[in-house]
Structures are given as structure tokens and as C-alpha cells.
Nanobody, 119 residues
Framework: QVQLVESGGGLVPPGGSLRLSCAAS????????MAWYRQAPGKQRELVAH???????NYADSVKGRFTISRDNAKNTVYLQMNSLKPEDTAVYYC?????????????WGKGTLVTVSS
């Protein structure tokens, strides 16, 4: 079982920056992919960014050039650096881990951290 704990959310003015952290309970060498999702009020949860065990990354069009996902295997942690924040970035951000094995895949979720972008 993988436990995920997010931190780093808060209130930030437009144009500001935040760095979110997601600490995993086991080595992320064992996890095929880690990702950040977000869900704004009244909207569906959407994929923001993901990173593979080989450090390849992908981003939603809405955050390209502003957000950066990275991982620190020694600390079992994945980060989301968010720059040039906009009010529409306001959402609960969730960490996700995906394990893929021959017997099937398993997904794990953190409880979320709230990011509010407002002046």
C-alpha cells in the first residue's frame, strides 16, 4: 500500500508562486508514474502534470510554461513548482501514484491540498 501526503498549498496573489510536495510512504523507484491532478469547484478533476520513473514529463496545455513537475527519489517525493499563478489555477490539488504490474495496475491518491489564487 502506498500512502501519499501533500503539502505546500495556501493563499497566493495572482502572479505568485507555490511549490507543492507529495511524500510517498515507499521508494518511488517502485512506482511507474506519479502525477498531480486538480479539481476546481463545480468542475471535473483534471490531470495537471505527470512524471514517469524515467523522468519523462507531460503537462496540461493550461499550465505549460508555468508549472514544473519533478521527483527526488532519495526523499520519496514529487514536487510541483507553480509560477505565474492565475485565479483559474484555484483548486484542490491531488497527488496520484500509479503502479503497473503483470497482475494489474493500482492507483493511489493523497487527500489533497488547497491552492487559492486571489488578491
Amino acid at each position: 500500500q502506498v500512502q501519499l501526503v501533500e503539502s505546500g498549498g495556501g493563499l497566493v496573489p495572482p502572479g505568485g508562486s507555490l511549490r507543492l510536495s507529495c511524500a510517498a510512504s515507499e521508494s518511488i523507484f517502485t512506482i511507474n508514474e506519479m502525477a498531480w491532478y486538480r479539481q476546481a469547484p463545480g468542475k471535473q478533476r483534471e490531470l495537471v502534470a505527470h512524471i514517469t520513473s524515467g523522468d519523462s514529463t507531460n503537462y496540461a496545455d493550461s499550465v505549460k510554461g508555468r508549472f514544473t513537475i519533478s521527483r527526488d527519489n532519495a526523499k520519496n517525493t514529487v514536487y510541483l513548482q507553480m509560477n505565474s499563478l492565475k485565479p483559474e489555477d484555484t483548486a484542490v490539488y491531488y497527488c496520484n501514484a500509479l503502479k503497473i504490474r503483470a497482475t494489474g495496475s493500482m492507483a493511489y491518491w493523497g487527500k489533497g491540498t488547497l491552492v487559492t489564487v486571489s488578491s
